[in-house]
């Protein structure tokens, strides 16, 4: 009595079992599954917006960041971030991620929009790039004409020029500021362009691709680059150099060597170097890595 009873609470069991994965398989087919997956339907950049605050085992560790701040270079992770109301904007919030505080010569900061948002001007004397990383904006120009700034749109705003940025709904800003390096008989010009408008360039020796998004010309005293990994790809130079840098990392994760130092990055940190401080980066993980980055050129270091 007892086998007859065991043999048939197995084969129940069996059964049970079966009819569950074909249950799960169904509802998988249908895309209610749970189980982790690929999606590429999110927008563009959403994890600089909607980050990974630390690894899920730590997420409940008081006190954990992965933030470093050192003399020669800092890693600023979103689980740091403070905002606060930003100055001469409306309903608008601010993070600075980077100021001369640090020992830089410009400020980066991200800005979140909210609903009838409008921006305010830079000091005098003071240029601004604007990158688009969720929503949308309106540009108007000292012409009073409106440019519509999506994601992965941008803006370059000329020292002294007036204009504004207004958002109807929520979006969010990586903004660049820094004190115009004046140059005799050279003036730079109000910029507005995307991405994906702009064309690869030449990496000698390198592997990475490169867009340029402001002109080389001597006009310009700093450049946004926009760098693309494979995974597995990583830099052939192991860079020193007199420039300073402020990196937004907008999607995969990898490992960038600062100093002496090695960190794990990904999507949403922020990396700011001073010169001459050793840098190296590689992709890792199973999607592409891009980061933005700011680079200050064509001036004399004297």
């Known amino acids: 009595m007892m086998q007859s009873f ?15 994965s074909f249950v799960r398989m169904s509802i998988c087919e249908k895309r209610f599954c ?24 730590l997420q409940d560790l008081p006190g ?12 600023i992770t979103p689980e740091s971030h403070v905002f606060s109301p930003l100055p001469d904007w409306t309903n608008t919030l601010a993070a600075y991620l980077i100021t001369p505080s640090i020992g830089s010569h410009f400020v980066m900061y991200l800005a979140k929009m909210q609903e009838n948002s409008k921006s305010g001007l830079p000091p005098s004397g003071v240029e601004r790039f604007v990158f688009v990383l969720h929503g949308v904006v309106t540009l108007t120009d000292i012409s ?8 992965d749109s941008y803006a370059y705003l000329p020292p002294n020029v007036e204009h504004s940025l207004n958002s109807d709904a929520s979006a969010t800003l990586v903004v660049f500021e820094r004190r115009y ?18 064309p690869l360039l030449e990496t000698s020796g390198e592997i990475f691709e490169l867009r ?15 760098m693309d990994f494979q995974p597995g790809e990583f830099l ?67």
């Open 144 to 151: 009073g004409i409106s440019h519509k700034l999506e994601v």
């Open 236 to 302: 052939n130079v192991k860079e020193v150099h007199y420039n300073q840098h402020g990196l937004l990392l907008l999607e995969g994760q990898g490992i960038y060597r600062l100093g002496d130092s090695w960190y794990p990055v990904q999507a949403g940190d922020t990396i700011w170097m001073a010169p001459f401080v050793p840098q190296w980066y590689a992709a890792l993980g199973k999607t592409k890595t891009r980061y933005l980055l700011y680079k200050d050129v064509n001036r004399n270091p004297l």
């Open 212 to 226: 340029k998004l402001l002109p080389a010309s001597l006009p310009y005293d700093f450049n946004i680059h926009i």
């Open 6 to 20: 065991s043999a048939f609470s197995v084969q129940s069991l069996f059964f049970a079992l079966v009819t569950l």
């Open 34 to 57: 749970p189980a982790p997956s690929i999606l590429n339907d999110k927008p563009l950049y959403w994890k600089v917006t909607n980050p990974t605050l630390s690894p899920s085992h």
């Open 181 to 198: 390096d004046y140059l005799e008989n050279h003036t730079t010009e109000q910029i507005i362009g995307s991405t994906d408008k702009q």
């Open 64 to 75: 954990f960041t992965r933030s470093v701040y050192k003399k020669e270079h800092a890693l």
